[in-house]
Nanobody, 115 residues
Framework: QVQLVESGGGLVQPGGSLRLSCEAS????????MGWYRQAPGKQRELVAA???????TYTDSVKGRFTISRDNAKNTVYLQMNSLKPEDTAVYYC?????????WGQGTQVTVSS
């Protein structure tokens, strides 16, 4: 019964910033990897950024240099700091946690980048 709850989405102008949060119902260090995915209308869900329990991070090329994934272990929370947002970043963003037992998803939070 793992639960992930995202927050922080909203409407932002191009070039603006948002910080997404994903709070887990247990220690995020119990996940082998946590990641942020996004899905835009008519497109496949794609991995945006991920962080392992050891702190190693990875990013899809389109967000590298603009997005940063981080965590606060004491708060059981992983963040996605999104800077220099572009209209093509518009999507529903989902938090995912992977363990040996399975993969778990949050409910998603909408990010809309528009002037």
């Amino acid at each position: 019964q793992v639960q992930l709850v995202e927050s922080g989405g909203g409407l932002v102008q191009p070039g603006g910033s948002l910080r997404l949060s994903c709070e887990a119902s247990r220690s995020i260090l119990s996940f082998n990897v946590m990641g942020w995915y996004r899905q835009a209308p008519g497109k496949q869900r794609e991995l945006v950024a991920a962080i392992t329990s050891g702190g190693t991070t990875t990013y899809t090329d389109s967000v590298k240099g603009r997005f940063t994934i981080s965590r606060d272990n004491a708060k059981n929370t992983v963040y996605l700091q999104m800077n220099s947002l572009k209209p093509e970043d518009t999507a529903v963003y989902y938090c995912n946690g992977g363990t040996t037992w399975g993969s778990y998803w949050g409910q998603g939070t909408q990010v809309t980048v528009s002037s």
